[in-house]
């Protein structure tokens, strides 16, 4: 019975490199996968799923509004896939994470899905908020904060390592970097989230 799956974690927890082991096993096993991830990300240039310990896989690029369904079926087409994965998740808009459920009821195929859960505000990203609604099996790809409790909040820091709290959801190429925090650490950070 193939399944829609959400891998959620925060930031640095190695949700690529457990994506990678996954895949990876299916093809020892002469089982082909397909891996998209978001055409937003291009910390490892167009078409790669990379890992910070140094693992990557090429892969097939999404972009914001294409019909998911469609391209699945299209690949279906050319070759038999054990498993689709897709990297940077939290990217996919509604209606493209009710596209990857289609693939799964209606073609059969399931569909692991690695991506953030909330972003350096504290708030649901869409893609990850529709994947909540309608995964069937969820699991937490965990990370500790500096305290050594699980983080599962993140935050953006500027150059001078200080909590930057507004702008964009989505910020490709800035100097800015992500630290993930437990809840207590976050909120020490950047205050309380209705502030945010
Ligand atoms: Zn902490």
Known sequence: MAKL???????????????????????ENNMDTYLLTARVDDRAGKGRIASRIGISAEADVFSAGEDLFAKIKLRLSQG????????EAQFLSPDQVWQLARVVDDLGVPVLCYGLRVDFQGNLFPGSA??????DEMREVRTIC????????????D?????????????????????????????????????A
Request: glycine share 10%; aromatic share 8%.
């Open 5 to 27: 799956y959400f891998n959620y974690s925060t930031m640095n927890a190695g949700k690529s490199a457990v994506l990678l082991q996954a895949s990876h096993n299916y093809r």
């Open 80 to 87: 038999s896939v054990a498993s689709i994965f897709v990297d």
């Open 130 to 135: 529709t994947l909540l609604a309608l995964a």
């Open 146 to 157: 500096h305290c050594g409790k699980k983080a599962t909040m993140v935050i953006r820091q």
């Open 159 to 195: 150059d001078q390592g200080r909590a930057i709290t507004t702008g964009d959801q989505v910020q490709i190429g800035g100097n800015e970097t992500y630290v993930s925090l437990c809840r207590r650490h976050w909120r020490e950070a950047v205050g309380d989230g209705s502030k």
